[in-house]
C-alpha cells in the first residue's frame, strides 16, 4: 500500500541554523517511517530573497548535509533540489493561470516582505513577480507529488491556505487531479536569536549548523538575557530571557529549578548559559559527528541528491502528463 506522500522543503538564502534543525529538519526526519517523504533544496525559493549567487552552490550543499545529518535517509526520502525537477516550474506557470493576484496580495508573507522591501532596502522598482507568485510555486512543490501532507507549525497553518483554494480551483476547472494539501501539526521549537529576535539570518544572530562546538558555546556566552537582571544579586524573569527558551528545548528536566533560582538570583546568568551550553553540547554531538562525516563526502552527496531528484523527477512526470491531459495540453 502506497504511504501517504509528505513535503517539506528548506530555503538555502544562507546557512541554516538551529531554528531550522529543531523547527523542520529533525520532524521531517522522524517521519520518514510513516509517510513517503519528499524534503527538498528550495533554491528558486531563495531568488526572492538573493540576487547574489556567488555562494548559492556552498549554501545548497551545506543544506543538504544538514538535511542527512539530521536523520533524512536517501533510501527512505526523496532528497533533491527545486530546480533539478522543472516539472515544480512547469505546473507553477500553469497554476499562475487560475490563480486571482488577489489571493496573493493579501498573503501575510507577501505583505510583511514588501514593508521590507520598502523600509530597508528602498527598492523603488517594488517586489518582483516572483516575490508575489511565491505561494504558487509552493503550491506546486506540494501538488506535483499529489503530497497529502505538510508539516508546518501553528503560526504557519494560514500559509498553506492559500495552497488548498488554488487545489480546490484547479480540480473546479478540470477535474480532480490534485489532493488538498493538509497541514501536519509539527511542534514547534521556539529558539530566539542570539539578541532575543526572532532567528534569522539577515539580522546576523543564528547558531548556524555548521559552527563548531566551540564557536556554538562562545556564541551562547555571547546571548542576551534578562534585559532588566543589571546585576548578579537582581533577580531576573526567565519568561523573558532567551536563555531560558533554549533551557526547555535542551535542558527540560531543569526549567523548574532554573526558573526558581532565576527569580530569587540564586544562579548568575554565566553560570546559566553554561549549564545550557554543556547539555545543548551533548545533545547536539551525534548530529555534530554525521555532520562531520557527510561534509567529509561532498561526492556522496551530490550523488544523493542527483539519485533523489531522478526519483522525484518520475513522480512529478507522470503527474504533469496528467495535468496536460487535463488542461487539453496535448
Ligand atoms: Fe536568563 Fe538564566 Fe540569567 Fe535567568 S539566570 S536571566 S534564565 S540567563
Redesign the pocket.
Known amino acids: 500500500m502506497q504511504k501517504t506522500r509528505l513535503v517539506s522543503g528548506v530555503r538555502p538564502t544562507g546557512l541554516l541554523h538551529i531554528g531550522h534543525l529543531e523547527g523542520m529538519l529533525k520532524n521531517t526526519a522522524s517521519l520518514q517511517d510513516i509517510y513517503e517523504c519528499y524534503p527538498f533544496i528550495a533554491d528558486w525559493h531563495s531568488l526572492t530573497d538573493v540576487t547574489d549567487t556567488s555562494n548559492l552552490p556552498h549554501y545548497i550543499l551545506q543544506a543538504a548535509v544538514d538535511w542527512l545529518s539530521a536523520g533524512i535517509d536517501p533510501e527512505k526520502s526523496t532528497l533533491f533540489i527545486q530546480s533539478h525537477v522543472s516539472e515544480h516550474a512547469e505546473l507553477s506557470t500553469l497554476l499562475t493561470m487560475i490563480t486571482p493576484v488577489s489571493w496573493l496580495e493579501r498573503c501575510p508573507t507577501y505583505k510583511d516582505k514588501v514593508q521590507n522591501l520598502t523600509q530597508h532596502l528602498n527598492q523603488r522598482e517594488g517586489p518582483s513577480t516572483g516575490l508575489l507568485e511565491y505561494p504558487v510555486l509552493m503550491t506546486s512543490d506540494v501538488i506535483v507529488y499529489k503530497a497529502e501532507l505538510v508539516p508546518v507549525g501553528a503560526d504557519n497553518v494560514a500559509h498553506l491556505e492559500v495552497s488548498r483554494e488554488i487545489v480546490r480551483r484547479f480540480n473546479h476547472i478540470y477535474g480532480n487531479v490534485f489532493p488538498e494539501p493538509q497541514p501536519l501539526l509539527t511542534k514547534n521549537a521556539e529558539l530566539p536569536g542570539l539578541d532575543g529576535r526572532k532567528m534569522s539570518k539577515s539580522y546576523g544572530n543564528t547558531i548556524q549548523l555548521s559552527d563548531s562546538p566551540e564557536t556554538t558555546r562562545k556564541n551562547i556566552m555571547k546571548?542576551v538575557?534578562?534585559p532588566g537582571?543589571i546585576r548578579r544579586n537582581d533577580p531576573?524573569?526567565?519568561d523573558?530571557?532567551?536563555?531560558?527558551a533554549y533551557?526547555k528545548v535542551y535542558n527540560p528536566d531543569e526549567v523548574p529549578q532554573?526558573?526558581k533560582?532565576?527569580?530569587s538570583a540564586a544562579?548568575?546568568?554565566v553560570?546559566?548559559?553554561r549549564n545550557?551550553t554543556d547539555n545543548l553540547i551533548a545533545e547536539m554531538t551525534p548530529f555534530y559527528e554525521k555532520r562531520a562525516q557527510w561534509e567529509s563526502k561532498p561526492k556522496v552527496v551530490r550523488e544523493v541528491l542527483a539519485h533523489g531528484a531522478n526519483r522525484a523527477r518520475r513522480v512529478a512526470k507522470d503527474t504533469m502528463a496528467e495535468v496536460r491531459a487535463a488542461m487539453n495540453l496535448v
Open positions: 546571548m538575557t534578562d537582571r531576573g524573569n526567565p523573558v530571557c532567551p536563555v531560558f533551557h532554573i526558573d533560582e532565576c527569580r544562579i548568575g546568568c553560570d546559566c548559559k545550557l
